[in-house]
């Protein structure tokens, strides 16, 4: 039934209870009746014996109303309106009525159009209310992944659909984070796989957004797999097809798809297509950022051969502390960018004091002493990294407060410093230095676990202690191998 279909039977219905009430006011015994058995709006007919009928109800209504107007007594109608001239007094109650039917009919009928009309109002409303939503939500500082299941889910709750699905395409410029992705709000009804082969099928097949948006379950596969007409709507990256925004199931009174509907998903593939613009960018930004840390720290790989992968390893244990600890995922990425360019104020140490056989003099020691502050000066300029920070300067603090540069203890020793700095002597000792080999892997483990509560915060010397080294290993031979096997790096036995 068709929303204005549904109106005009509301309007039948309120006009009949209405004419039920009027007539038992005037004393009228009535009694329904279905439509087949009722002639015009209002009829009087002849049923013999005194008996008159009055037969009325709205035109196009599902059932009227009888009521029986009668001259004398009647033992067979003990409550009908009994009048000397019935058939006269029945002509008269029929122009009565036909006049109120129609006043009812079309108070009932503005009363639907303007409930219509509220109900419209108050889906824009929420449609609207949900795009600024998700405009918030979009900007929030999570994954896009997570992002996205949240305002599909949203989308799906304010339209009278099912499920709504977002498919993107695999192509190269899509987001690491999205590509491939299959995201589906709702009850799909369908095996997710095949819904995803053809939604890339379709997506292999078009170009740009000027495409027909409505496939019918009787022509097309996709539509046909969910079992239903589906809505497809393009997003699109500087005018390149990433992905489709598809929605199926329509609920509601009105089984067609409104513009209404049609306009709403294209205002969410424009979003999601700037979305995703935007996530494209920062991606960018952040591939240069690591170019240039990368960078960083090959000019301190190329000062000291001793030292050659030692910030990748370091980065790579951190993080795995940190995870280890309970982090999450993305404080335990700045860890590991903090623990890549732990190192970075070695390049204002003179290289040949980094590279000078035997164990340094104390004032070759000082001037070691001093990379975290000349590490921390290079960096604090450049935005991002501020967090990145307290792991570059303070991580040869000590817990017991005899490090540097400022010797702090225990926890005023910032997280980050305090990871890194378990971090950096377990790869120092397991690594070849100029002035000394490379130890053991079961004394460099003795070594942590002596320093817990004195050099190391007992908890990460812990964690350190019950970490599992594979990839760390693999990490450490993969930089024994680049370096050609002379000698100069060894694994930790």
Request: glycine share 8%.
């Amino acid at each position: 039934m068709t929303s204005r279909e549904a109106a005009k039977d509301l309007v039948a219905r309120r006009t009949i209870k209405e004419l039920d009430r009027r007539c038992a006011a005037l004393g009228l015994v009535t009694r329904p009746i279905t439509r087949v058995e009722r002639g015009r709006t209002v009829e009087v007919r002849e049923r013999g014996n005194g008996l008159y009928e009055l037969v009325f109800g709205p035109p196009d209504a599902p059932e009227g109303l009888a009521a029986w107007i009668t001259e004398g007594r009647s033992d067979a109608m003990p409550d009908a309106l009994h009048v000397a001239d019935a058939k006269s007094e029945a002509a008269r109650l029929a122009a009565l009525l036909e006049c109120a039917i129609a006043d009812l009919a079309a108070i009932a009928d503005r009363d639907a159009t303007i409930s219509d009309f509220c109900d419209k109002l108050s889906q824009s409303y929420e449609e609207m209310h949900c795009l600024f939503r998700s405009m918030r939500q979009l900007a929030c500082p999570d994954s896009p992944r997570n992002l996205i299941d949240a305002v599909c889910a949203d989308f799906q709750k304010t339209l009278p659909f099912r499920w709504i699905a977002l498919a993107f395409h695999d192509g190269p410029r899509i987001s690491p984070s999205l590509r491939s992705e299959l995201i589906v709000a709702g009850d799909l009804n369908a095996d997710p796989e095949a819904f995803r082969a053809l939604a890339r099928e379709k997506l292999g097949r078009l170009s740009g957004d000027s495409w027909t948006r409505t496939l019918t379950a009787d022509t097309h596969p996709l539509a046909q797999l969910v079992g239903t007409d589906v809505l497809v709507e393009p997003v699109t990256h500087d005018d390149m097809l990433i992905g489709v925004l598809v929605a199926g199931g329509k609920l509601g009174r009105d089984p067609d798809i409104s513009s209404e509907e049609v306009q709403f998903l294209d205002a969410a593939a424009d979003f999601l297509g700037t979305f995703h613009e935007n996530i494209s960018r920062l991606d960018e930004q952040r591939a240069m950022t690591m170019s240039t840390l990368e960078a960083l720290v090959a000019a301190i790989d190329a000062k000291d051969r001793y030292t050659c992968g030692h910030s990748e390893r370091v980065a790579l244990l951190s993080m795995m502390l940190a995870t280890d600890m309970g982090l999450d995922r993305a404080t335990a990425t700045r860890v590991r960018l903090s623990g890549l360019v732990h190192d970075v104020g070695k390049i204002g140490v003179p290289e040949a004091i980094l590279t000078k056989p035997g164990r340094p003099t104390d004032e070759e020691f000082a001037a070691i002493r001093r990379h975290p502050e000349i590490g921390y000066r290079i960096l604090e300029n450049i935005t991002g990294f501020g967090d990145l920070l307290p792991g570059v300067l303070h991580h040869h603090e000590r817990w017991d407060g005899k490090g540097y540069p400022h010797k702090l203890a225990g926890e005023d020793i910032p997280l980050f410093g305090r990871i890194i700095g378990v971090a950096d002597a377990f790869d120092a000792m397991s690594s070849t230095r100029s002035y000394r080999s490379a130890l053991p892997r079961e004394r460099v483990l003795d070594e942590v676990r002596g320093g817990a509560g004195k050099q190391f915060d007992p908890d990460i010397a812990r964690a350190m202690l019950a970490l599992d080294l594979t990839e760390y290993d693999l990490l450490l031979q993969k930089h024994a191998d680049r370096d050609g096997g002379n000698g100069e790096m060894r694994l930790a036995a």
